[in-house]
Antibody, heavy 120, light 108 residues
Framework: EVQLVESGGGLVKPGGSLRLSCAAS????????MNWVRQAPGKGLEWVSS????????YYADSVKGRFTISRDNAKNSLYLQMNSLRAEDTAVYYC?????????????WGQGTMVTVSS | AIQLTQSPSSLSASVGDRVTITCRAS??????LAWYQQKPGKAPKLLIY???SLESGVPSRFSGSGSGTDFTLTISSLQPEDFATYYC??????????FGQGTKLEIK
């Protein structure tokens, strides 16, 4: 079964750090670009970051640029999001999602999400 | 930066109704548009990619059309399981992958 499972969410104080992980299974992880998307409570979807299959191309939303770092380990079938200098407005459910075929493509597989709460 | 505007923001309809949701891009994005369905507490689900291609496993009552700046998602005959929030997403241009604000489809 094709699956993405996020972990690493939790409660963190403003200015703190957190590292999210996304474990992939059921497909050849190294062949796909991957993404992080977040959703603040009661709000819409916001794209956060993308990484190509070989990590050659990396993109960030302006709202997280300079604070978040996306990475992947194809040997471990895993995607990561290192989040530093966290702010209250980063509070959201964070989803990892697979790009369908290309780097610039729809997201066809999504994880169940992991909640990040930034609060003192 | 490209912005996507969905209309309406919310919609009440009955089982069996034909429903259309519109997504307008602030500049042309060719056919680089997707539609997603999201139910409360769940991850989004891809319905349509490349503006009009139906994702595998998605019922044929869902269809998408448009190119350039104007796009539509149509549900030909609403089923009870279709009541959810729908999002469009562009993947053509900066800032890379913008989502629309969402359209909440509720039961009348």
């Amino acid at each position: 079964e094709v699956q993405l499972v996020e972990s690493g969410g939790g409660l963190v104080k403003p200015g703190g750090s957190l590292r999210l992980s996304c474990a992939a299974s059921g497909f050849t992880f190294s062949s796909y670009s991957m993404n992080w998307v977040r959703q603040a409570p009661g709000k819409g979807l916001e794209w956060v970051s993308s990484i190509s299959s070989s990590s050659s191309y990396i993109y960030y939303a302006d709202s997280v640029k300079g604070r978040f770092t996306i990475s992947r380990d194809n040997a471990k079938n895993s995607l990561y999001l290192q989040m530093n200098s966290l702010r209250a407005e980063d509070t959201a459910v964070y989803y990892c999602a697979r790009a369908r075929q290309w780097l610039d493509d729809a997201f066809d597989i999504w994880g169940q999400g992991t909640m990040v709460t930034v609060s003192s | 930066a490209i912005q996507l505007t969905q209309s309406p923001s919310s919609l009440s309809a009955s089982v069996g109704d034909r429903v259309t949701i519109t997504c307008r891009a602030s500049q042309g994005i060719s056919s680089a548009l997707a539609w997603y369905q999201q139910k409360p507490g769940k991850a989004p689900k891809l319905l349509i990619y490349d503006a009009s291609s139906l994702e595998s496993g998605v019922p044929s009552r869902f269809s998408g059309s448009g190119s350039g700046t104007d796009f539509t998602l149509t549900i030909s005959s609403l089923q009870p399981e279709d009541f959810a929030t729908y999002y469009c997403q562009q993947f053509n241009s900066y800032p890379r992958y913008t989502f629309g604000q969402g359209t909440k489809l509720e039961i009348k």
